[in-house]
Nanobody, 122 residues
Framework: QVQLVESGGGLVQAGGSLRLSCAASGRAFSNSVVAWFRQAPGKEREFVARISRGGSITSYADSVKGRFTISRDNAKNWVYLQMNSLKPEDTAVYYC???????????????WGPGTQVTVSS
């Protein structure tokens, strides 16, 4: 199993930056693909970014490509999401998720953190 806890959310002005962190525990973490999802009020949870087990392969939603960067430190069991050039439409609760198999759908992920709120003011 994998336990996940996000941190680093907050209130930021448009154009600003935030770095989200996801602390992981459990022996399966280093064998897991990890992703960030987000959910805005009244909307479905959506894929943001994912990173392979070793950290060499990443993919992003078109809406964040070029602005967000996902990374991981398997030695310390951390995953990060660096968010730059933030926009009001990035406002959402951000979730860290892990799965043994890669994917971009919510149902493909077995383990989830409780989420962290990101609010971008205009």
């Amino acid at each position: 199993q994998v336990q996940l806890v996000e941190s680093g959310g907050g209130l930021v002005q448009a154009g600003g930056s935030l770095r989200l962190s996801c602390a992981a525990s459990g022996r399966a973490f280093s064998n897991s693909v990890v992703a960030w999802f987000r959910q805005a009020p009244g909307k479905e949870r959506e894929f943001v970014a994912r990173i392979s087990r070793g950290g060499s392969i990443t993919s992003y939603a078109d809406s964040v490509k070029g602005r967000f960067t996902i990374s991981r430190d398997n030695a310390k069991n951390w995953v990060y999401l660096q968010m730059n050039s933030l926009k009001p439409e990035d406002t959402a609760v951000y979730y860290c998720a892990a799965a043994l198999d890669s994917g971009m759908r919510v149902k493909q992920y077995d383990y989830w953190g409780p989420g962290t709120q990101v609010t971008v003011s205009s």
